[in-house]
């Protein structure tokens, strides 16, 4: 099984679809450590976000993160965050 597929399931596994609860994926790209960190966000209206690290690649891999984001939205049915991606 390939990472992604592994980081889907992680996502499916997580989505469990509460009342009240906004759920949402966001891929961040730290440019001085040089890598790209998934995070698995959910919140419940009026309280604060927590946020749970799902994944790692290498800088190497994103040119191809708009592709997996696409990928998890269609798989999933959850939203997802591009960050700094210029």
Known sequence: MKYDDKLIEEIKK???????TLYWVRIAYQRYSKQLNVFFEYAKIGTATHSEQIGRYVESEKERMPELAKRVKTETNVSVELDDFE
Do not use: A
Not at 14 to 20: A, I, S, V, W, Y
């Open 14 to 20: 997580r989505f469990t679809k509460k009342k009240n």
